[in-house]
């Protein structure tokens, strides 16, 4: 596999070898390659969660267990203004 790099990347690479952290052009990939793939791992991760912490609201809402979103933002105001209020004393 041949691949091109950027003249900023290939400075990059150098760098990394010239610090003495890797000792070669392909450790330096490897391990920017390791790190791109537990990246995506990470997302991948969190998207899952996010896709089941929507689900969760969607069965709440179909069962009619919602709150108008005005209130709630009135709520969550009214719960600021009281912490503003009790930080001014």
């Given at each position: 596999?041949?691949?091109s790099?950027?003249?900023?990347?290939?400075?990059?690479?150098?760098?990394?070898i010239?610090?003495?952290?890797?000792?070669?052009?392909?450790?330096v990939?490897?391990?920017?390659?390791?790190?791109?793939?537990?990246?995506?791992r990470?997302?991948?991760?969190?998207?899952?969660?996010?896709?089941?912490?929507?689900?969760?609201g969607?069965?709440?809402?179909?069962?009619?267990?919602?709150?108008?979103?005005?209130?709630?933002?009135?709520?969550?105001?009214?719960?600021l203004?009281?912490?503003?209020?009790?930080?001014?004393?």
């Amino acid at each position: 596999m041949n691949v091109s790099l950027t003249p900023e990347l290939e400075l990059f690479i150098q760098s990394q070898i010239e610090s003495g952290k890797y000792a070669s052009t392909d450790e330096v990939i490897l391990a920017a390659l390791r790190a791109f793939e537990e990246r995506e791992r990470i997302y991948k991760g969190r998207f899952d969660e996010l896709r089941q912490e929507i689900m969760v609201g969607v069965e709440a809402s179909e069962r009619g267990e919602v709150v108008d979103g005005e209130i709630v933002f009135s709520q969550l105001q009214q719960k600021l203004q009281q912490l503003r209020d009790r930080g001014g004393e």
